[in-house]
């Protein structure tokens, strides 16, 4: 990152309330797996999601870029009211909930890949792991190895064109089986019997990975850990949303693109079956400013 990249002044933050809503963020339509697991285990809280659509994939741009992305779609969501944050993005987080937590005091949760439970549940001593480049070459995800991965066999792959498929909304075309074969398949020759689906996009890919590894893999998703991780944080801070004030409904989630929206209404109803209108919202970033401008 460059030096003196981001002004020091931290933005200002309102009174948190338990009424408020979490603010969930991903590249694009990925936090989606994430949005599901909280919605089915807290479903008084409110949610605001913002897909960066307009910039997925992360995983090809450069770490400048995606911090800069980051802190200002995080600084957005607090403007908004979010009373927490989930980063639903590997990559972002491995590239830069530092960052993030240095400048903005509001309870935040990340997500990395699923090592530890990979562990846990390997019994050939080696797995594979999907994820984006980025993520797989930060420093965070080799401390992760490194920490819970010592008698493992970590096989780390790049998905490449895995999220772009995503956001197409192909979860099962006959050329993404044949980019998931060319993926999983090496793995299973070397002995894997479990798979990290390294970024919140893959778990949409889930049946089209059954199709080819059939039962000889387990598929770690570590969505509702994250859940849980979440309802954990909001009690710490007594944030948690009582059951009176909200409901699971679409009215209670905010769905949010920097892009056309779409995609993303389309995955809503298709995983969530939710029939969500999407706002075209502008989040001018240092890296972004003219174009955004455009956009609006
Ligand atoms: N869902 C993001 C992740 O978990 C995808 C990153 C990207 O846009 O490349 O890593």
Request: proline share 5%; net charge negative.
């Amino acid at each position: 990152m460059h030096p003196n990249t981001f002004a020091p002044l931290p933005v200002n933050q309102p009174a948190f309330s338990s009424a408020a809503p979490v603010g969930i963020f991903d590249s694009g339509l990925g936090g989606l797996s994430v949005l599901r697991a909280v919605r089915g285990l807290l479903p008084a809280e409110r949610l605001v999601y913002v897909a960066d659509s307009r910039y997925a994939p992360y995983g090809q741009r450069d770490d400048d870029f995606i911090a800069d992305r980051t802190l200002a779609i995080c600084e957005w969501l607090v403007a908004q009211g979010a009373k927490a944050l989930v980063v639903a993005c590997n990559t972002a987080t491995a590239q830069s909930i530092a960052l993030v937590r240095e400048r903005l005091s509001v309870p935040l949760i990340g997500v990395e890949p699923g090592i530890k439970p990979a562990a846990l549940v390997s019994k050939t001593r080696v797995a594979g792991v999907l994820a984006t480049q980025v993520t797989l070459r930060s420093a965070r995800f080799q401390t992760l190895v490194e920490r819970h991965a010592a008698d493992l066999r970590v096989l780390c792959q790049p998905g490449h064109g895995l999220v772009e498929a995503v956001e197409r909304c192909d979860i099962g075309s006959p050329e993404l089986l044949a980019l998931l074969r060319a993926y999983v398949e090496p793995m299973l020759d070397a002995g894997a019997d479990t798979l990290v689906l390294g970024c919140t996009h893959y778990p949409f890919l889930d049946t089209a990975i059954r199709s080819i590894v059939g039962e000889r893999m387990t598929l770690v998703d570590t969505s509702i850990a994250i859940a849980r991780q979440l309802e954990r944080v909001l009690g710490q801070h007594g944030l948690c949303a009582s059951a009176g004030e909200a409901s699971a409904n679409a009215d209670d989630i905010r769905f949010c693109s920097t892009s056309d929206g779409a995609h993303l209404r389309e995955l809503a109803a298709a995983l969530l079956g939710l029939d969500a209108s999407v706002e075209r919202v502008v989040i001018p970033s240092r890296r972004t400013p003219e174009r955004e401008a455009n956009a609006a």
